[in-house]
């Protein structure tokens, strides 16, 4: 079945830093999909990639689909301390209905 | 509040006892999502209404589990019969169903503690 892994598990950097996570498929996406959570909170939705190759940027994050639409990444510019949370990639096979989230990043900022 | 709510936050049980839970989407979402999230796991799929109809459902939900969306708008899970292994956060999700746009909007979710 379908399967979604997001490296790495954890992550701590220093207020500054840059963090980058990772998302591959098992199967080909016809959208991928990433999400914030806070601790305590539910997944709050960041943004959809529909297009091979597509990258989209939001303020001090970009976000990437691969060119097989199996793969994609959240790459952070300098965090902060309100970056801390876990970030989830999710998506959904071409023709199916159910979206797959991946295990999460968890990132620690440390000012 | 337009927001997705779920009833009741929290619930506590017992083993072999029965729950179930309530989830109301957004108004004029037609998509509605159950999943199960334990800690540090991301949300794993339980099952999916598009309207009223139930178009898919995990192979891991056991028997024991069940969902309705019976006008196609609020949506209940059950757990019969339930086990130390059951406990979690169930969240339901809501979505307008466009194509284009999959953007998922989760409710606070249930924590369930079975003893």
């Known amino acids: 079945g379908q399967q979604v892994m997001q490296i790495p598990q954890y992550q701590h950097v220093q207020e500054g830093e840059d963090f980058t996570t990772y998302c591959n498929s098992s199967?080909?996406?016809?959208?991928i999909q990433w999400y914030k959570q806070r601790p305590g909170g539910h997944p709050v939705f960041l943004i959809q990639l529909v297009k091979s190759g597509e990258v989209k940027k939001q303020k001090r994050l970009t976000f990437q689909f691969g060119e097989a639409k199996k793969n994609s990444s959240l790459h952070i510019t300098a965090t902060q301390t309100t970056d801390v949370g876990t970030y989830f990639c999710?998506?959904?096979?071409?023709?199916?209905?159910?979206?797959?989230f991946g295990a999460g990043t968890r990132l620690f900022v440390k000012a | 509040d337009t927001g997705v709510s779920q009833d009741p936050r929290h619930k506590i049980t017992k083993r072999g006892q029965n729950v179930t839970f309530r989830c109301d989407p957004i108004s004029e979402h037609n998509r509605l999502y159950w999943y199960r999230q334990t800690l540090g796991q991301g949300p794993e799929f339980l099952t999916y209404f598009q309207n009223e109809a139930q178009l898919e459902k995990s192979r891991l939900l056991s028997d024991r589990f069940s969902a309705e969306r019976p006008k196609g708008s609020f949506s209940t899970l059950e757990i019969q019969r339930t086990e130390q292994g059951d406990s979690a956060m169930y969240l339901c999700?809501?979505?307008?169903?466009?194509?284009?746009?999959?953007?998922?909007?989760f409710g606070s979710g249930t924590q369930l503690s079975v003893l």
């Open positions: 199967t080909t996406l016809s959208n």
């Open positions: 999710a998506g959904r096979n071409t023709g199916g209905f159910k979206t797959i």
């Open positions: 999700a809501s979505s307008l169903g466009d194509t284009d746009n999959e953007k998922l909007f």
